[in-house]
């Protein structure tokens, strides 16, 4: 059983444009959503956070959406670069992020010129 | 960098062999989690020790077995190697108290052949 569903599996999006990942998850106990960036042969590193108490983070050209009542959440970031092309991951976990993460199956994004 | 260290980068080896997987944390994070990434199971949740302490258990193999020194290292043991376990090791670390913000090392890449 999947507990946090992501899509799409891929996308490509020009230079300038705006990138939009989506997660959905089951487990209503889960209360701390992260972003993980991955470049390939590197480890994930962690791109921004949210708390179900807040309903958008913003840090940079990355926005977070979050919505409860729905139990999904976004990824969207701004003025799409080259260097942003890389896998990215949703996560989720309970007690603040004080237990083990589970992952979507990841989104391969490709930002072309 | 994440301030988290693995080693070895890569290791190659034979089915049926054992291998050991090396984990520093960040200094002062007394969590440690081991994720198994594969392409088709993506990012899975292995085991996590806290201060020495085995504190969440996931989908680990009973071949598998890890423990956390007191110099909060950890290591991750892989016995009885088959050629379904090729896959990328990570661990991650986090601090106690605040946001818990897990973060990943650079991986080790296991190939059996």
């Known amino acids: 059983q999947q507990q946090v569903k992501q899509s799409p599996q891929s996308l490509i999006v020009q230079k300038g444009g705006i990138s939009i990942i989506n997660c959905a998850y089951e487990?209503?106990?889960?209360?701390?959503f992260p972003w993980y960036q991955q470049f390939p042969g590197k480890g994930p590193a962690l791109l921004i956070a949210?708390?179900?108490?807040?309903s958008e983070k913003k840090e940079g050209r990355f926005t977070i959406s979050f919505n409860k009542s729905a139990k999904q959440f976004s990824l969207h970031i701004m003025d799409s670069q080259p260097g942003d092309s890389a896998t990215y991951f949703c996560?989720?976990?309970?007690?603040?992020?004080?237990?083990?993460?589970?992952f979507g199956k990841g989104t391969r994004l490709s930002v072309i010129a | 960098d994440s301030g988290v260290t693995q080693t070895p980068k890569h290791l190659i080896t034979a089915t049926g062999q054992r291998v050991t997987l090396r984990c520093s944390p960040r200094?002062?994070?007394?969590?440690v989690y081991w994720y198994q990434q594969s392409l088709d199971q993506g990012l899975q949740f292995l085991i996590q020790?806290?201060?020495?302490?085995?504190?969440a258990k996931g989908n680990i193999l009973e071949r598998f077995s890890a423990q956390q020194f007191p110099d909060l290292h950890s290591e991750l043991n892989l016995s009885s190697l088959e050629l379904g376990d090729s896959a990328l090791y990570f661990c991650?670390?986090?601090?106690?108290?605040?946001?818990?913000?897990?973060?990943f090392g650079p991986g080790t890449r296991l190939t059996v052949t």
């Open positions: 991650a670390s986090s601090k106690q108290g605040g946001f818990y913000e897990q973060y």
């Open positions: 487990n209503t106990a889960f209360d701390y």
């Open positions: 949210i708390r179900p108490d807040v």
């Open positions: 996560a989720a976990s309970r007690n603040s992020g004080n237990t083990p993460l589970v």
């Open positions: 200094s002062g994070d007394l969590s």
């Open positions: 020790y806290y201060n020495g302490e085995e504190r």
